[in-house]
């Protein structure tokens, strides 16, 4: 982590690998906004050998789960960023995919549902059908002037799981 003259910390993507487990990854989703029921733990995300693993952790899972790195956008804005690696979805999962999000501050806004979040044009996303084969996927999206963040990684809608590896973010022009 630098510190460049009159900015704030520098977040460069860390753990692509998973070479330290999910280090800077984050379980998120629908799932977690309502705590006061019992669905808080339907989903789960573990990495072991260069692969990540977000998972239905019940048979019917309540919302949606990501699985997720933020980091600040300060050395792509004005570009296009690219985050790509190999996934895997086992048949019969629900929606599943890898998905790019610039933020602005006081983007996100709850509860989300997995409609909304599929809809969100601020999403970009990519499905995978599952088939149990790996296969590359990449999605890529603009980071505006004035973007705060820029947020990637994995997701499910449902049961079943998707695995990753080879994550990379690269700037795309």
């Known amino acids: 982590m630098a510190t460049l003259p009159g900015r704030r910390l520098r977040y460069e993507p860390r753990n692509l690998d998973f070479a330290t487990g999910l280090d800077h990854w984050g379980l998120g989703g629908s799932f977690t906004e309502n705590t006061?029921?019992?669905?808080?733990?339907?989903?789960?995300?573990?990495?072991?050998?260069g692969i990540a693993v977000l998972s239905a952790a019940v048979p019917a899972p309540e919302g949606f789960a990501i699985l997720v790195q933020e980091i600040f956008a300060d050395d792509y804005r004005g570009t296009t960023v690219g985050f790509r690696g190999q996934f895997r979805v086992t048949e019969g999962?629900?929606?599943a995919g890898l998905f790019l999000r610039v933020m602005k501050p006081g983007d996100l806004r709850g509860p989300m549902t997995a409609d909304v979040a599929l809809a969100d044009p601020r999403n970009h996303i990519v499905t995978i059908v599952g088939h149990g084969e790996w296969s590359a996927h990449?999605?890529?999206?603009?980071?505006?002037?004035?973007?705060?963040?820029?947020?990637?990684?994995?997701?499910?809608?449902?049961?079943?799981?998707?695995?990753?590896?080879?994550?990379?973010?690269?700037?795309?022009?």
């Not at 669905?39 to 573990?46: G, V």
């Not at 999206?141 to 080879?166: H, K, Y």
């Not at 994550?167 to 022009?173: F, G, H, K, V, Y």
Request: proline fraction near 6%.
């Open 138 to 173: 990449e999605v890529t999206a603009p980071v505006p002037d004035d973007t705060n963040t820029v947020a990637f990684g994995a997701f499910l809608v449902g049961p079943g799981r998707i695995e990753l590896r080879t994550a990379q973010l690269t700037i795309e022009n």
């Open 36 to 49: 006061l029921e019992s669905h808080w733990q339907d989903y789960a995300a573990a990495a072991e050998g």
């Open 93 to 95: 999962a629900g929606r």
